[in-house]
């Protein structure tokens, strides 16, 4: 009796739980509340806090796209969140090396970040919003941050700009205010 030739099993990741998403998205919704405060605070008026937060940010970006793509089926099966850990831990590194040198260089890393990780962002909705809620927050937070990491370049380009770390906390604001929403909805879908 002939074989039958078999296909290669076909890796599907699996459907993203939305009590994981609600409790991740919550989670970044209050870290990056935190983040703004210290930012408008303690970071404005201590230049080596506001260092610190200005690394500190892509790092937890990077920890948190690492945790999130593990829980929601690996790093193979999510490769914008995969992308999106490598980028930001490279991004947090290059903002270490350059706020030694020039402050405004720094800015616009941030600002090459935030239009790349937006764009990884907005992808990473688009995938999901087929197994899971809350897509649209998420989408729109990614073309936003798009936008503003446009607006960190120019504004890291004129070199009579004041800078801190208070320029970036407005974006990390709206962040958490999409992270929150897309929380709401998943918990209110419940």
Known sequence: MPQLATAAPIHVAPATSNSWLKRY??????????W???AFTIGRSNPAIGNVLLIAYPLWDSLANFVDAKRSGGLRANPTQFLNTVVS?????????T??????????????????SGLL??????????????QWPQMLSGAQSAAAGAHFILQAADPSLALSVAIVAPYA???????AI???VLAFRR
């Open 173 to 179: 604001a709206f962040g958490a205010v999409y992270f």
């Open 36 to 38: 703004v405060a210290l």
């Open 121 to 134: 962002q907005l992808l990473t909705g688009q995938r999901r919003r087929r197994t899971a809620g809350a």
């Open 182 to 184: 897309s929380a709401g």
């Open 99 to 116: 706020l030694r040198h020039d402050f405004h260089v720094a800015i616009g890393i941030i600002g090459i970040w935030a239009g790349l």
């Open 25 to 34: 998205y919550a989670v970044r919704a209050a870290v990056s509340f935190l």
């Open 89 to 97: 831990a490279i991004v947090a590194v290059a903002v270490i090396f």
